[in-house]
């Protein structure tokens, strides 16, 4: 009998991380594959749609952020104006890091795909070139909040809702709001 229940729970659970994967998951089609891949750690690559790269000079509404790991020594801004939700999913946004030290601001613009977990750099600029010049890292990274300039993973805590993002105005509307264990930026009418 506990056999019969334990094989009924997983045909369930390898169904449902048939549906819940992402578009372009790669695997068998039965949710084994999707699983083996999610426990090993391997991710598959985000189908991605074209996107414009922000203009800087009409980058205007920044907001502050807080990333623990790099201290008091770091400023880090969101551009609200620069973040989109392509077709594919996929948050791009441009974030200013600035250093209380320095006076040279660094610009980074990537995106997340919060169904994959993972990030990409697509470009930096500073604030004394003001052009933006393509990263040399072409593959997309896991998300963590384990690092020092680990930015990102406390992005996708506002972007995306479990496997997807959620919608531009919702994240502009909620980002920097002080939040509570149990809240959710549709919950209460935020």
């Known amino acids: 009998m506990r056999v019969a229940l334990l094989m009924l729970m997983l045909v369930s659970a390898l169904s449902f991380a048939e549906e819940m994967a992402p578009k372009n998951a790669t695997g068998s089609g039965d ?12 991710r598959p690559v985000p189908v991605e749609s074209e996107f414009v ?29 620069s ?6 999913e996929i948050v791009r946004y441009v974030v200013a890091v600035k250093p209380k030290a320095g006076n040279v ?3 980074v613009f990537e995106g997340i795909d919060c169904a994959s977990n993972q990030y990409r ?8 070139d003001a052009e933006w ?12 909040k384990n690092g020092h300039n680990a930015w990102q993973g406390y992005l996708a805590d506002d972007f995306c ?13 909620s980002f920097g709001v002080a939040k509570f264990m149990g809240d959710c930026a549709v919950c209460s009418g935020q």
């Open 31 to 42: 949710g084994v594959g999707i699983v083996k891949s999610w426990l090993n750690g391997e």
């Open 53 to 81: 790269t922000p203009k800087i000079s009409a980058l205007q509404q920044w907001a502050d952020f807080n990333v623990p790991q790099a201290g008091a020594k770091t400023q880090f801004q969101l551009a609200l104006d």
């Open 83 to 88: 973040i989109t939700v392509g077709p594919d």
């Open 105 to 107: 601001t660094t610009l």
């Open 121 to 128: 750099r697509y470009a930096n600029a500073t604030s004394k």
């Open 133 to 144: 010049r393509q990263s040399n890292k072409k593959e997309w990274q896991l998300i963590s």
């Open 161 to 173: 809702r479990f496997s997807a993002p959620w919608a531009v105005e919702t994240i502009k509307k």
